[in-house]
């Protein structure tokens, strides 16, 4: 995308703060800044104390660090003042980890936040919508039970190691070619 856009890239490390017994849940999320979004009323209805919030917070900011220093290495993220911010995922389920990079992004002073997205929940594109300038989705699904992997005819979790390779890969090249 960057490249079509002949625009910088960057990356915002955000990971989803898993609920203790649902893994597939979503209890908040955090961003590689420290930037933390709860989900209160999910705390209060599953009765996860402060400690336990505190406690998941501390393991993913543990792995957010570590991403970091295999993603990023020792450069800094681009300087967003004044510019157009486009964040990319491959869908919003519940929306938390976009809102948490959409905030995340927000203190970087940048002009407008977009979200860009090939397909969202409604629940999602709602939440992504309150606090992004725009969100772009090519399809939003209003089903009850949403897993973006119904979605895709290939599903599976990118390994650090090809992340890696593709960051390496881009910052070889010249990108506005």
């Known amino acids: 995308m960057a490249k079509a856009l002949k625009a910088d890239l960057d990356i915002i490390i955000c990971r989803k ?13 955090v961003a590689d800044d420290g930037t933390t979004i709860i989900n209160q009323d999910v ?19 543990a792995n ?10 020792d450069s800094r993220p681009s300087r967003l003042t004044g510019k157009i911010a486009i964040i990319v995922d ?3 389920a519940s929306g ?11 203190h970087r002073r940048p002009r407008e936040i977009v979200a860009a997205v090939p397909l969202a929940s409604s629940t999602g594109f709602k939440r992504a919508s309150a606090t ?7 399809a939003v699904s209003s ?3 949403f897993y973006l992997a119904d979605f895709y005819r290939n599903w599976r979790d990118i390994s650090d190691k090809e992340v890696v390779y593709a960051l390496e890969q881009w910052r070889k090249q010249d990108p506005f070619m």
């Open 17 to 29: 703060l898993a609920l203790p017994m649902n893994p597939a849940g979503g209890l908040g999320a």
């Open 43 to 61: 705390a209060a209805r599953d009765g996860i104390s402060p400690e336990q919030i505190e406690y998941e917070v501390g393991q993913i900011k």
């Open 64 to 73: 957010i660090k570590q991403r970091i220093l295999s993603y990023r290495g």
């Open 90 to 92: 491959d869908g919003l």
């Open 96 to 106: 938390i980890t976009m809102t948490v990079a959409i905030e995340s992004v927000r």
């Open 132 to 138: 992004a300038n725009r969100v772009a989705a090519c």
């Open 143 to 145: 089903q009850s039970e």
